[in-house]
């Protein structure tokens, strides 16, 4: 099973898609799935991630099968 | 403890009157009731905004909202609670969102339903984008600290 990630909000236009399917092999953290998915755009500092909806730091694991999301800080309420 | 999404205008009194007269079992039990209501104004930031487009996160945000919730019950003594928020295109004068906190004391309604609203707005994923009256676009960047 690939890795879903996926992008929401401004993070999303700014990365041009909502979504990218990536092959499991070589990558172990949230920082790599961001760096393979998107090897020319540094994150910016305030980006969130989420590992199958719960937030994690960026040097949290990822397993084959991973849901990770990017976005920006929340603006809800 | 209920979480609703709402993609069309409600009326957060309907939705608690509702909510108290289907949760039967706390009748007689609660002698607090905290509520939040959060409304769209139609100004931000020195501009005047015609209308609002509510991105969120579908499953994670339902899922952070039940932690929040789960966390307020664990620090005080909450017999039940109604959060509903809107989702896609919100107009001025519609509301957003609603807390909803019944408890045995007031001193619990208000600093649980204030823990939920400000966990809320700091990690439930929702997103903002206006749009002014002048036409442009925006994304809100953050939200503030309601504590501050």
Known sequence: MPIKVRYFASLKESVGRSEDDLEFSGLATVADVWRRANPDKVMSSNILAAVNMDYVELNAAVKDGDEVAFFPPVTGG | MEIKLCAEPFDPWAQIQSYQHSAQDMAGKFGATNVFIGTMRDFNEGDDVQGMTLEHYPGMTEKQL??????????????????????????PNEPIVVVAVWTSHRGDAFDACRYIMEALKSRAPFWKKELLKSQAERWLLKNTDGYL
């Open chain 2, 66 to 91: 039940e932690k929040i919730v789960a966390e307020a019950a664990q620090q005080w003594p909450v017999i039940d609670a109604l959060v509903v928020h809107r989702v896609g295109d919100i107009l």
